[in-house]
């Protein structure tokens, strides 16, 4: 269990961390910093390459970038011309390109960075909120459905499989994502969201399935699989509605191998996978992983403060060595 918490807990922050460095580079080329830019994408190029955060791992990211020594750059800038001057007219002298040097501190980006950072933190962990509410929700919806699902067999019986599932389809409401937007005051609000809610959703199939094999719940599993085969590209509420609506099965009860029976996940039965319950299972873990998110979010300043601290004493054990060697010779 520990070692799920510890798997969960870095890619929340991974992703936390990767949206921190989107929105402080969307912040720097908006205030024509693309010197910042530059720097971070040589940074992340040296740091291995594309999505070095889940490469490398956030704090170890974090950390070389606080460590990394301070650049020189050298910004070349072409002085404008006067106005109603023309780039052709021979009594103009020519634009002339000023050459300056500026020093970039890496400290100085990662500090940024991480009020960044700790500002998507407090925002997230404001939304997380709105999934236990679409639980809440989503709950509420499901326990309708099931008497729904009782006039579903009644309308079979009387009308035929076919119109009872018209009839079903016709008054059904697909699970509705709310809007995570509470304010403007970072650029890549609503995306961090949509990311964390899948991960959230991730992480807690990820639970039950490990709870379905501990007691040998091979139907369900098989059905979940089947839901995820059939749903690849679906994450966060829309894996969740794909589960709600409940395709069929096939399962082989056993008994005779060559002659599987088929299954409508609908009906009430022990040996049969009741893509409610399921679902209703899956959203319950979400409220626990969404907790569990919000107490790791809630530490982030803490976490911060430590990770400044344990850069700032290396610098100056390794100076302090170096001055005893420097004594030394």
Do not use: C
């Amino acid at each position: 269990m520990q070692a799920e918490a510890a798997d969960a807990e870095r890619r929340l922050k991974n992703v936390l961390t990767e949206k921190s460095l989107q929105t402080a580079m969307y912040y720097w080329l908006e205030l024509r910093g693309n010197m910042y830019s530059e720097y971070m994408a040589r940074f992340t190029e040296g740091e291995g390459g594309g999505g070095s955060v889940v490469a490398r791992g956030w704090r170890t990211f974090l950390s070389n970038l606080l460590s990394s020594p301070p650049e020189e750059v050298i910004i070349e800038k072409v002085v404008k011309k006067p106005r109603g001057g023309s780039g052709t007219n021979p009594y103009l002298a020519a634009r002339k390109v000023v050459s300056y040097t500026e020093v970039i501190e890496p400290m100085t980006l990662g500090r940024r960075i991480l009020d960044i950072r700790a500002q998507l933190a407090a925002e997230l962990f404001h939304d997380l909120e709105l999934i236990e509410s679409e639980n809440e929700r989503d709950l509420e919806l499901i326990e309708s459905e099931n008497e729904r699902v009782q006039q579903f067999y009644q309308d079979e019986l009387r009308y035929g499989i076919k119109e009872a599932t018209r009839l079903r389809l016709r008054t059904w409401q697909p699970v509705v994502d709310t809007d995570a937007i509470n304010s403007t005051d970072t650029p890549y609000r609503s995306s961090l969201y949509l990311a964390v809610l899948a991960l959230v959703t991730k992480v807690s199939l990820e639970r039950y399935k490990k709870e379905l094999r501990i007691v040998g719940d091979k139907h369900t599993l098989a059905w979940l699989d089947k839901i995820g085969d059939a749903n690849l590209t679906l994450s966060g509420n829309d894996l969740i509605e794909a589960m709600l609506n409940g395709p069929m099965v096939l399962i082989n009860d056993g008994k005779d191998r060559a002659r599987p029976k088929v299954v409508q996940p609908l009906r009430v039965a022990a040996d049969v996978v009741q893509p409610l319950r399921v679902a209703a299972e899956v959203m319950a873990l979400r409220v626990s992983v969404v907790r569990e998110f919000k107490g790791l979010l809630a530490g982030v300043p803490q976490e911060h403060q430590a990770l400044i601290q344990g850069v700032l004493e290396r610098q100056l054990r390794a100076r302090a060595s170096g001055d005893s060697e420097d004594m030394l010779s």
